[in-house]
């Protein structure tokens, strides 16, 4: 057999050995989810579970199991990447998988939560304004309805919805306030639940709503601004050691095996992250200024 051969032969074998290796990971991976009554089954059922219940308050209504799957294939691309490859630093790409799609949710979330806060004044000014013109707080927050937008629209239609099917005022106003998790709406929803109590000039405590609101979100710009700063450092501090990291291990191979090779060495990582989260958590509670 010639030395070509012999190659040929190295290389069918290899390549059928990752097949047999993946067909087997794959089955496995298969029959432990499938396996209703085992942790696999249920670990998964619940983070599905906890990913819809996130979405379904922002109107998504994407099957959590659909994004668990992404996942799952992501996950088993990049192994197969660093099998064929030797990716370095493999398993931060999968860490970013893992948690990626909650992080991604929370800043939506967080987008929403912000794009309600800015329509909020406009939107009690609204309703103080079809107050002035019908009775009934039912109907106008049904005409303040068709004005607005979304996500805001979304609220307020569900709102109304939930009152066409029996719910009270007070319990579609406490079940928005719920759902969106803003401060400012808390506030907002409660003046109305409170001056339609005690009764008096609605419109006229709606209006001074709307204006305390809309001075609160420039002071919290105000800040903002004044933070800007200092969280763009944070992120430059929280990035560097990845970048010091990746960049000293191309400039000199193997300059890492003593931390590595030794439990001193797992023990001085375990240390060094620990201080690098801290000082992260620290940072981001100082420059969370709060009004």
Same mark, same amino acid.
């Given at each position: 057999?010639?030395?070509g ?7 069918t ?7 047999v290796?993946?067909?087997?990971l ?9 396996d209703q009554?085992?942790?696999?089954y ?6 599905t ?18 994004i668990?799957?992404?996942q ?6 990049l192994?197969?990447?660093?099998v064929l ?28 939560v912000e794009?309600?806060?800015?329509q909020?004044?406009?939107?009690i ?7 002035k ?8 927050f049904?005409?303040?309805?068709? @004005? /607005? ?6 609220? @307020?239609?569900l709102?109304l919805?939930?009152?066409?099917v ?15 998790g ?6 907002a ?10 009764g ?31 969280k763009a450092?944070?992120?430059v ?9 990746m ?8 300059y ?6 030794s439990?001193v060495?797992?023990?001085? /990582? ?5 201080c690098?989260?801290?000082? /992260?958590?620290?940072?981001?509670? @100082? ?5």
């Amino acid at each position: 057999m010639s030395l070509g051969d012999v190659s040929q032969t190295t290389q069918t074998l290899k390549w059928a050995s990752l097949g047999v290796t993946s067909f087997a990971l794959f089955a496995g991976t298969w029959l432990a989810a499938a396996d209703q009554s085992g942790p696999v089954y249920r670990y998964s059922a619940r983070y599905t579970a906890s990913l819809e219940r996130k979405l379904r308050p922002m109107f998504i209504f994407m099957p959590g199991r659909t994004i668990a799957y992404g996942q799952a294939a992501a996950m088993f691309l990049l192994l197969a990447a660093h099998v064929l490859m030797t990716i370095e630093f493999w398993y931060v790409g999968m860490f970013f998988i893992a948690v990626g799609p909650t992080a991604y949710i929370e800043m939506m979330r967080r987008k929403r939560v912000e794009q309600i806060e800015e329509q909020l004044d406009n939107f009690i000014l609204a309703l103080a304004n079809a107050l002035k013109t019908t009775p009934s707080i039912g109907a106008a927050f049904n005409s303040v309805a068709a @004005v /607005i937008s979304n996500p805001m629209r979304q609220e @307020v239609d569900l709102a109304l919805k939930e009152m066409k099917v029996g719910s009270t005022l007070e319990q579609a106003l406490l079940h928005m306030a719920a759902r969106v998790g803003s401060r400012q709406l808390d506030s907002a929803l409660s003046s109305i639940l409170i001056g339609r109590q005690v009764g008096g000039n609605l419109p006229k405590v709606l209006e001074t709503t709307a204006g305390t609101l809309r001075e609160m979100r420039r002071l919290e710009g105000v800040v903002r601004t004044k933070t800007a700063e200092g969280k763009a450092q944070l992120w430059v501090i929280a990035l560097m050691p990845f970048g010091l990291l990746m960049g000293l291990n191309v400039l000199w191979p193997g300059y890492f095996d003593p931390l590595t090779k030794s439990l001193v060495g797992y023990l001085i /990582i375990i240390g060094c992250t620990s201080c690098w989260v801290a000082s /992260i958590v620290l940072a981001r509670k @100082v420059l969370n200024v709060d009004i």
